[in-house]
């Protein structure tokens, strides 16, 4: 496993580089984007626990108006939302909100592929995980995940934590090919991507 976590990590490098270089037109018209549809910084920075617990900065393109969180349901948006702005709408459904997210894991705050980080604070602070749901901290938070390609966005945190535990202890490059592949045809079919139960 330690093997592989070294190839893993060797193999982000090259795909945030390779993404931000080939996907940098389409970073640059979604920032334009976003600076023209509606008031605020284009890219949207919010805290959320990676690896062993420690606190990182996840970099999104803000798909909501600006202070969101603080307004209506909260954390979590629903279809509709009218918080949501109509470039955001565009960028969710197509998940190129996610984009910026390639420098976290240059940076090695992230991993393509691993758990979706949770906010510092909500399902709970890290404290409050059992040493059985640490596990999945053990590895780098990912872009997409296992809890991911089952359901996305439709999944209670309960069970996202369960399937984050079982990937800790089954990772291997096949799953890590499965769960790409998987989510990769998921993003063009669009399927399970509602803006419900989707945190700012």
């Known amino acids: 496993m330690k093997l592989y976590l070294i190839v893993k990590r060797i193999f982000d490098i090259l795909v945030s580089v390779v993404g931000i270089v080939a996907l940098s037109p389409v970073l640059l018209l979604t920032y334009l984007a976003i600076k ?9 920075k919010q805290k959320r626990l990676g690896r062993y ?3 990182f900065t996840v970099y999104k393109f803000r798909s909501m108006t600006v202070g969101a969180e603080k307004m209506g349901s909260g954390q979590y948006s629903f279809e509709g939302d009218p918080r949501v702005t109509k470039v955001g709408n565009f960028i969710r459904k197509t998940s190129i909100d996610e ?4 420098i976290n894991i240059l940076k090695g705050d992230m991993s393509l592929i691993g758990f979706r980080p949770p906010l510092t604070y909500h399902p709970k602070t890290f404290e409050e995980y059992t040493d059985a749901e640490r596990v999945m901290f ?3 938070p990912g872009v997409t995940g296992w809890a991911q390609i089952h359901g996305r966005k ?3 945190w309960n069970e996202r934590i369960q399937m984050n535990i079982w990937y800790a202890n089954n990772i291997s490059f096949w799953l890590d090919v499965k769960i790409f592949f998987t989510t990769f045809i998921k993003v063009l079919k669009n399927e399970d991507n509602l803006n419900t139960n989707k945190t700012v």
Do not use: H, Y
Not at 36 to 44: R, T
Not at 99 to 102: A, D, E, K, N
């Open 138 to 140: 053990s590895l780098r």
């Open 53 to 55: 617990g420690k606190e």
């Open 154 to 156: 439709t999944v209670n």
């Open 36 to 44: 023209l549809d509606s008031p605020g910084p284009a890219i949207f």
């Open 99 to 102: 984009l910026p997210q390639f």
